[in-house]
């Protein structure tokens, strides 16, 4: 018994040892490993990937996870099993409405004609939809536009048949000749142009009806507290692949498809539907804004998750009062110092 | 002999003629001989025990008679014919009862006579006869799980008998049940065949039972089975099996029986 | 230091020590060799008493989760506690879910799943029991059946689409196929595991072929047929998942997967409840008809 007793006091000591230890090198400046996800869209960052440059820029290993939607992604950084993520502004909106303990940190890219409506030749407006049937990926940034052009073109919604689909089976729906257009991003919009689609519409002319459809990096909240200076030298690792690929976008398209296994002039095209506001230009209060106050993409966020809540997508009793919290410039104003 | 023949003359005699049979080993091995050089007369109307050692091949040679097995060598001939597969005119009883558990007791004994297609009122006349016969009045709608193991057998009697087939082959049939059961069922089967006559094949390791039933002892040699011995029992009938064990007939023949059956593991 | 198990001396065997017991009288034993026997009447508790001790295990699990949740043993957004739920399934029954009330997803979900699973049993019995009885037939079938069988139907999807496009018969058929190559599988088997001495009795009897299959083939068959059919329920009820990932806007399998794009644990869980409650509740219908048709199995 007394042995017993002896191995679970030596046994609680050593835990209480290395616990500390762990603690301690926590509070060290640099993780052991940055696991990041990406999804499959042609982005910039996607070159430091290729290059291995953004590893050697943060100096730690890098894990480069892929997901199919931001939504997975999301839900793998809630597992605590990735520590920054890129997703679009709508699965994003959800997780904060959701309390799920991240942080915006940047915008990475704007949604112009990266997303696009694409619908068969004889549907020759948003509004020639009704009686209709259209795809789309639900819960993604297109899903949003696609009602949110609903809203702007006065389309009545129950009037479309609606058909919720992953990108890779819009493209073999349209094909069978089941669905007339569909809300989809490149390269699969490029794709359904090649099968005898046409751009009805892009996610960029939704701006002036205060529709802003963005991707943002997102990074667990434990993270950001425990190695700040890593995700500060991370936003500066993407502000070089952004300034790589507008020094060169053709030469950037191609290393990106290759990296992605993707046709590069669809990647080119994509890339070219996209804005990159510099992260200068993101301390800006239309974007981030310098301090933890109301922003133009807390706003943005917030007009999204009253979508989600009219959808019934999202509770009303899930809406914060404001997205201002999680929304974090900290690590902008670090990294453009 | 009282016992009056069943079916036409010659048609309940089974003669097996240099018979022998062996089974295709497993895995591409040697095939194992069941039985060897086997020939025996059994004539219409009488009562054969088969008695032998474990594995000597007792349950083959009913298997070759009821026709679910074909001779490698030799043949089976019953009533005259050569036997080319199971049929009617052998009603067989299993070690265990063996009915069907979708079929309550009355379906079951009726099984035989609906598979040929007799009228139906005809069918319940013979199976009211053999279910009073058998002492399953009452039970004809119970479902086989609801009887005891020896009023199973009872109903598995009945089923076979139904028919009045001029063969009835029986495996070990009492070799599952309590002593009193067994007795009383060997009493029933002996009743029965008084009153219907049939030839009887029976298989049995108990020598006791083969004493009080058979008119005739077939001892078998052990593996590959052929006839070591053939004794005809001395005793009248109607037999009661308290008088039986007194005679000192029986006795004595008992121990020559299990002298001739034990021997040949002894020998080796 | 304690045991894993509760070791006491029998007083009735001297010569066993119980390992295990159910509630006053063992039920497992172990013997000096270690080898283990049963109690033969104390294999099963009474059946409320069984019932009773059940409902309390949920129970108690129910109060350790909600109780874990309160204490903040775990995230919410994880693992959201029982009485989110509750109140999640309050608002869904009274506003629905997308717009449509609850039990139309449900009613939708067992649509397609019996929708698919009746085909199945129409088809799969009959041509099960002839593989079971076809050698010839059976190596026809043989390459196809076991090749598809254990192939995750998810990976059918994109085909499924293709071929059948996005409607209703893409989903009813990828539950249909999935429930179709467990019956054939089963009731090939039945037919191969017949009695060899119910056959041998049947030809004594004088049956002829047809007879046999009539008579002695099928009814042996039928609780094997009702265990596979059993087992398709729940295979094609698992399939559902899958199926409503084929451009669905209803259903549960379609909830959970929608509210999952959304981080709408609570639904997901409330979805799950529901498929559960739901397949078990199938499940105990069939056994139900089991009981009906064969009363006799598992009798001797």
């Not at chain 1, 290393?255 to 800006?284: C, H, N, R, V, Y």
Request: with cysteine; hydrophobic share 50%.
């Amino acid at each position: 018994m007394y042995s017993l007793l002896l191995r679970i006091m030596v046994l609680v000591a050593l835990s209480v040892v290395s616990a500390s230890f762990s603690a301690f090198a926590a509070a060290s400046s640099k993780p052991a490993e940055v696991r990041l996800a990406y999804l499959n869209g042609p982005r910039p960052w996607i070159l430091g990937k290729a290059d291995g440059s953004l590893q050697k820029a943060l100096g730690v290993p890098v894990k480069w996870v892929n997901f199919a939607s931001g939504p997975d992604a999301l839900k793998a950084v809630a597992a605590g099993e990735i520590d920054i993520a890129r997703a679009g502004s709508v699965p994003v909106a959800a997780a904060l409405a959701r309390k799920l303990p991240i942080e915006v940190i940047a915008v990475s890219g704007v949604i112009d004609s990266s997303e696009r409506l694409i619908a068969r030749k004889d549907v020759t407006s948003v509004k020639g939809l009704e009686g209709r049937t259209v795809t789309y990926p639900p819960g993604s940034t297109a899903h949003y536009a696609l009602l949110a052009a609903f809203n702007v073109y006065g389309v009545d919604a129950a009037e479309v048949k609606q058909a919720p689909l992953k990108p890779a089976d819009e493209l073999a729906a349209w094909k069978r000749g089941d669905v007339d257009a569909a809300y989809v991003w490149g390269p699969f919009s490029n794709q359904l142009e090649a099968e005898g689609g046409h751009e009805l519409l892009k996610s960029g002319q939704l701006q002036k009806d205060g529709y802003y459809l963005f991707n943002v990096y997102v990074v667990s909240k434990k993270f950001a507290e425990s190695y700040p200076d890593t995700v500060g030298a991370f936003l500066r690792a993407f502000r070089d692949t952004v300034n790589r690929y507008k020094a060169d976008p053709d030469a950037a398209a191609k290393s990106i498809a290759a990296e992605l296994g993707q046709d590069a002039a669809a990647a080119k095209q994509t890339l070219a539907g996209l804005e990159f506001p510099d992260l200068k230009e993101q301390l800006d209060a239309k974007w981030l804004g310098r301090n933890r106050s109301e922003s133009g993409i807390s706003k943005s966020f917030a007009d999204t998750a009253q979508f989600l809540v009219n959808l019934g997508e999202l509770s009303r009793r899930d809406l914060p009062a404001s997205f201002a919290p999680f929304i974090n410039s900290a690590f902008i104003v670090e990294a453009v110092r | 002999m009282t016992v009056p023949a069943a079916g036409p003359a010659g048609s309940g005699r089974i003669v097996f003629d240099k018979v022998a049979h062996s089974f295709p080993g497993g895995n591409g091995g040697n095939a194992t001989e069941a039985v060897a050089d086997f020939s025996l007369d059994i004539e219409q109307g009488s009562f054969v025990c088969l008695l032998g050692p474990s594995g000597c091949g007792k349950s083959t040679i009913l298997n070759l008679a009821a026709g679910f097995e074909r001779p490698t060598r030799g043949s089976v001939s019953v009533g005259g014919r050569s036997v080319a597969g199971p049929g009617p005119d052998r009603g067989v009883v299993f070690q265990d009862a063996n009915l069907l558990p979708w079929r309550n007791v009355l379906e079951n004994i009726t099984l035989g006579p609906e598979l040929a297609g007799r009228p139906r009122e005809e069918t319940l006349a013979a199976a009211r006869r053999f279910i009073k016969l058998t002492g399953l009045e009452g039970f004809e709608r119970h479902a086989p799980y609801e009887l005891s193991g020896g009023m199973r057998q009872r109903a598995a009697l009945a089923r076979a008998w139904i028919t009045e087939p001029p063969i009835l082959l029986m495996d070990e049939p009492f070799g599952a049940l309590d002593a009193q059961t067994r007795l009383s069922m060997q009493e029933l089967l002996m009743f029965i065949r008084q009153v219907t006559g049939a030839t009887v094949l029976f298989v049995t390791h108990d020598v006791d039972e083969a004493l009080f039933l058979a008119d005739e002892i077939v001892i078998m040699t052990p593996r590959p089975g052929s006839i070591r011995q053939k004794i005809v029992l001395p005793f009248p009938r109607p037999r009661a099996y308290e008088q039986l064990i007194l005679n000192p007939a029986f006795t004595e023949l008992k121990h020559d029986i299990l002298y001739a059956i034990r021997r040949p593991e002894y020998d080796i | 230091m304690p045991m894993p198990y509760i070791v006491i001396r029998n007083r009735y065997f001297p010569q066993f020590f119980t390992v295990l017991y159910a509630h006053r009288k063992p039920f497992i034993r172990i013997d000096g060799k270690g080898g283990l026997s049963m109690h033969p009447e104390k294999t099963s508790l009474g059946k409320g008493r069984a019932a009773a001790v059940s409902l309390a295990s949920v129970a108690l699990f129910v109060l350790l989760w909600s109780a874990g949740g309160r204490f903040g043993l775990f995230s919410p957004l994880l693992l959201p506690p029982p009485e989110e739920i509750w109140a999640t399934a309050r608002e869904m029954l009274t506003d629905g879910y997308r717009q449509l009330p609850l039990l139309h997803h449900v009613a939708v979900s067992l649509g397609r799943v019996l929708g698919a699973f009746i085909p199945a049993v129409l088809v799969g019995v009959p041509l099960g029991l002839a593989m079971g009885l076809f050698p010839v037939l059976r190596a026809i079938m043989d390459p196809f059946v076991q090749f598809f069988r254990p192939l995750p139907k998810l990976a059918l999807i994109p085909l499924v689409i293709l071929w059948l496009g996005i409607g209703e018969v893409s989903k009813v058929f990828l539950i249909f196929i999935s429930a179709l190559l467990t019956i054939l599988v089963g009731c090939a088997a039945a037919v191969g595991g017949t009695d060899q001495n119910r056959l041998r009795l049947g030809r004594a009897l004088g049956a002829t072929n047809r007879q046999l299959l009539r008579y002695i083939v099928f009814p042996g068959a039928l609780p094997e047929i009702f265990t596979s059919v059993r087992l398709a329920v729940g295979v094609g009820w698992t399939t559902l998942i899958a199926a409503e990932m084929v451009a669905a806007d209803t259903g549960i399998g379609w909830m959970v997967l929608n509210a999952s794009s959304y981080m709408r644990t609570d639904i997901v869980m409330l979805g799950i409840i529901l498929l559960g409650l739901t397949g078990y509740m199938l499940d105990m219908f069939i056994v139900a008809l089991q009981r009906v048709v064969v009363p006799w199995d598992g009798k001797a």
